[in-house]
């Protein structure tokens, strides 16, 4: 009751504040966000918000603290039922669960979603009807603070600077949770989801999918870690998403798939940008043994090969039909299980002798269902013509 109040009144002041400054839109860019409210300063506002009320300003029997990935020691009720999850979180709590208690979202328009954003397609039609609280497109956060009062969640969840967490705290009143994007197969993602899960009541839940990767993640190191240096093919990660879609030239230096499987990736470099374009003389310095591209950059390449075969037939993978597609690991940031059945696929042609008991769609249906709850999910990226198949050129 005493949150309810207290987002009102925030309410009311905001939209006070956004009449008065002629309308600056409904979103609150990350890039033009007021400076950051303080602890004490909130601490203020909520108490003359209680005091306005009637009410004290103790802590309630029934709520509990909740450290986040910043340190932030944030009060929650004791049971969470209504959660409003922007920036990465949607993809976290669908893989933890906890899609039926979002009450509005941030994130893609969920009529043009493919399956190859992966949480977003397995959710469009449980949140198809729900409002959305903000979006994070080309690189911009807008998040909607009227929006997100009215839907009146016990909290919001983000992956979101400090500053930005503190003001959307400070303009809804309502209890602010961060955690980090994640990096790929590492121990900070393994933190997200446990935080998450602390704070949504699903601790078990998290406990369980951070189990799973790591179990898929140690049977693919246990397949591939042996197999001596001179015997793994030279790989190039190309046709990467990052900014959009990528011909050939779009490549990933650093590429955690590669990584779990011990292949040879020619573009390796520690440090820096994770992708980037590069010359087309670097790719044929290179001369990789497979070409592995995101099917989203398929296109392009196929653009480009019947633009300029001459490059192509100096490069040994497309010599020996040895480029291949796999669904785009990106899509509205890093997906967690495309990638996880990208690692089987991609270690399943380096390594055949090594996946040779591996049913490649029967396990990539397994991390999908596992993590999505989503049957023959692998029927649905075929049929958008995100399979896992060699890339045919006429």
């Keep these: 009751m005493k949150r309810k109040l207290l987002a009102l009144l925030l309410a009311g002041t905001l939209a006070a504040g956004m009449l008065a400054s002629c ?11 007021p400076a950051a409210q303080t602890e ?18 103790t802590e309630s029997a029934d709520t509990r603290i909740v450290v986040d990935a910043l340190g932030r020691e944030v009060e929650l009720p004791a049971t969470v039922e209504r959660i409003v999850p922007l920036g990465n979180t949607p993809r976290f709590i669908t893989y933890l669960g906890l899609a039926d208690k979002v009450v509005g979202y941030g994130g893609m328009d969920l009529e043009t979603v493919t399956p190859v954003t992966a949480y977003a397609y397995a959710t469009k039609n449980l949140w198809k009807d729900l409002p959305r609280m903000g979006t994070d497109s080309m690189g911009n956060t807008d998040y909607y603070p009227e929006e997100i009062i009215a839907a009146d969640p016990d909290v ?44 949504c009541g699903a601790e078990e839940r998290a406990r369980e999918v951070v189990g799973y990767i790591d179990e898929c993640l140690a049977d693919l190191d246990a397949r591939t870690s042996g197999i001596a240096k001179e015997d793994r093919p030279a790989v190039l990660s190309a046709a990467a998403t990052f900014k959009g ?12 798939v590669l990584d779990a499987v011990h292949a040879d990736n020619v573009a390796a470099k520690e440090g820096g940008a994770s992708s980037a374009e590069v010359d087309r003389e670097q790719i044929l310095a290179w001369n990789p043994d497979y070409i ?6 398929v296109g392009l390449v196929k653009e480009d090969e019947a633009s300029d075969p001459d490059f192509y037939k100096q490069l040994t993978a497309y010599k020996e039909n040895h480029i291949y ?14 990638p996880l059945a990208n690692c089987y696929f991609i270690g399943s042609v380096l390594y055949p002798e090594q996946f040779a008991d591996v049913d ?21 990226l075929e049929a958008f013509g995100a399979g896992y198949d060699p890339v045919g050129f006429e």
């Design 292 to 297: 592995f591209c995101d099917c989203s950059g």
């Design 40 to 57: 004490a300063g909130k601490d203020e506002t909520r108490g003359e918000a209680a005091a306005a009320s009637g009410e004290e300003t």
């Design 245 to 256: 879609a990528h011909g050939i030239e779009g490549v990933r230096l650093q590429d955690a």
């Design 325 to 338: 597609q796999h669904p785009s690991s990106t899509s509205y940031f890093s997906n967690l299980e495309i």
């Design 23 to 33: 309308g600056n839109g409904e979103g609150t860019a990350a890039g033009t966000a």
């Design 156 to 199: 919001i969840l983000c992956t979101y600077t400090e500053d930005i967490v503190n003001d959307l705290e400070a303009k809804t009143g309502i209890p602010v949770i961060a955690v980090g994007m994640g990096t790929l197969f590492a121990d900070d993602y393994d933190q997200s989801l446990l935080i998450l899960g602390e704070a």
């Design 360 to 380: 490649l769609e029967a396990k990539a249906d397994e991390i999908f269902r596992f993590l999505l709850g989503y049957e023959n999910f692998m029927g649905e």
